[in-house]
């Protein structure tokens, strides 16, 4: 059936237009309407708005957590994509590449994690660290290592490297997968050639598997960076909540803090508007530095 250009234009905007009209409500609209807030002094209670222009960016720099925040925010997204990607990768190509019998039973364990809500996942890893009850320190008992028992989640020193660790738990089955994937792809041949040529398996693995997967290893890294820095204050809202002492905020539960236990909507919007910019900042600086001619096979 052969369609005008007019016929072809209409089917598009029919087939276009029902997901545009959902995505400017659900993401353009609260974008927009929080760089508007962001001008203003608001309580998030009432309908009275004080304009008061950068007021609420000029406090932005004066304010002595906001440095502290964004400094957790890059710690977690540090160690998040370091040890996720070794990880990943690392099983990724032993269940791939080792044809190990129970690599179907083990792709469903990794994963299972995935599935459980970040709240259950931070309620899990705070009874793992509870002081007195918690698989850590009564691990550490039994080894005889009693003095290094500590109160982890309420301890200003390892508050922090103590999330990573159930975020490293809970992310690591997906780009496991992500990863097999793009191995899955890559024809036995090219490894038999190897083979031939006598490369070993490290040789193998950097020379062939990481730029034939380069793809998916990008993806993973963004994906992990921008969940990080706009969803790490999920568990940490649930394990910390920015304690002790603000030595666990990052920069999502201190807006968070701000609009909903202060109630200053206004400032809390200038925070979100902070994270926006970081975020497509570091975002375009890893599409630059990742950036690699795409190997074709």
């Known amino acids: 059936m052969v369609q005008s250009k007019a016929q072809r234009m209409k089917f598009l905007a029919f087939c276009l237009l029902p997901t545009f009209v959902m995505f400017a409500i659900f993401s353009l609209f609260p974008l927009f309407s929080g760089m508007y807030d962001s001008f203003f002094k ?6 009275n708005k004080t304009f008061v222009g950068l007021k609420n960016y000029i406090r932005l720099f004066n304010d002595p957590v906001i440095p502290q925040t964004i400094y957790h925010d890059y710690f977690l997204v540090f160690f998040k994509v370091l040890f996720i990607m070794l990880i990943a990768t690392f099983f990724a190509v032993v269940l791939t590449q080792f044809r190990i019998k129970e690599a179907a039973f083990y792709r469903v364990i990794f994963f299972f994690p ?3 809500s970040v709240v259950v996942v ?3 890893w705070m009874f793992i660290y509870n002081p007195n009850m918690g698989i850590v320190n ?3 008992r039994q080894l005889g290592l009693e003095g290094m028992a500590k109160p982890w989640l309420g301890d200003m020193t ?6 990573v660790l159930p975020a490293v738990w809970a ?3 997906l780009f496991m997968l992500m990863i097999m994937g793009g191995i899955s792809n890559i024809p036995t041949s090219i490894y038999e050639a190897a083979d031939v040529d006598g490369a070993t398996r490290w040789e193998q693995f950097w020379k062939i598997t990481v730029p034939l997967i380069w793809a998916q290893l990008k993806s993973s890294i963004i994906y992990i960076v921008i969940t990080t820095l706009n969803g790490s204050f999920v568990i940490v809202q649930i394990m ?3 304690g002790p002492s603000n030595s666990t905020h990052v920069m999502g539960s201190y807006l968070y803090q701000q609009a909903f236990v202060n109630y200053n909507f206004g400032y809390a919007a200038a925070i979100g508007v902070m994270i926006l910019v970081f975020s497509l900042i570091t975002v375009l600086l890893l599409q630059l530095l990742l950036k690699r ?3 074709q096979y």
């Open 42 to 47: 608001w309580s998030g209670s009432g309908s």
């Open 114 to 116: 995935n599935i459980m």
């Open 122 to 124: 931070g309620i899990l």
């Open 138 to 140: 009564s691990g550490l």
């Open 158 to 163: 390892w508050a922090l490297p103590s999330l």
């Open 171 to 173: 992310g690591i089955g």
């Open 240 to 242: 910390t909540e920015g």
């Open 293 to 295: 001619e795409k190997i």
